[in-house]
């Protein structure tokens, strides 16, 4: 059983690879959030109850935004920057993080705050972006590393997936935390 779901997967990733890698990306997403939420409702004084329109939300943009992105993303670097070298892989990780992430980041954002119908959409990405980049590099750059050197590029959207189970979380907690008003 687990054979032919590996070859079904496989198959999958050549025949339509936006499409797989964004339903592994929705899965994980899904997963990351409402194990955040239910990590909140847990431990949280005010036991909030899980929120699954919100948890579509940020599914939807997150999935929507990054997977297809990225695969673009991933296959031109491994055009642009060819081998596993440590000069490509260093190459890559800067390009990922110093040209991609801010600008994912800000979509995210940005997206998070028209689908929540927000009246100043830009509000939680002034308040909340340079933490989020902070965090992000932190658990990116190495990640990325592991990606670029190790993993076949055919793979690199589902490894980033995988890896993301733990930056959602990290996101959903940032993001579901209040900003101080000045």
Request: glycine letters at 4%.
């Amino acid at each position: 059983m687990a054979y032919r779901l590996s070859g079904w997967f496989r198959s999958s990733l050549k025949k339509r690879p936006v499409l797989t890698n964004t339903a592994v990306y929705a899965a994980f997403y899904t997963a990351a959030e409402l194990s955040q939420q239910t990590f909140n409702k847990i431990y949280s004084s005010d036991k909030p109850e899980i929120d699954f329109a919100a948890a579509g939300r940020i599914v939807t943009v997150g999935s929507c935004l990054y997977a297809p992105t990225l695969y673009h993303w991933y296959k031109f670097l491994d055009r642009k920057f060819v081998g596993t070298t440590l000069k490509v892989v260093a190459t890559k990780v800067l390009c990922d993080q110093l040209i991609m992430t801010p600008i994912l980041l800000a979509i995210f954002y940005t997206g998070m705050g028209i689908v929540e119908r927000r009246e100043d959409v830009f509000s939680e990405l002034k308040a909340k972006y340079w933490r989020t980049f902070i965090a992000n590099q932190a658990y990116w750059i190495p990640a990325q590393t592991v990606n670029f050197l190790l993993m076949p590029p055919n793979l690199r959207v589902v490894y980033v997936a995988s890896a993301s189970f733990i930056w959602i979380n990290v996101l959903c907690f940032i993001k579901r935390q209040t900003t101080d008003k000045k």
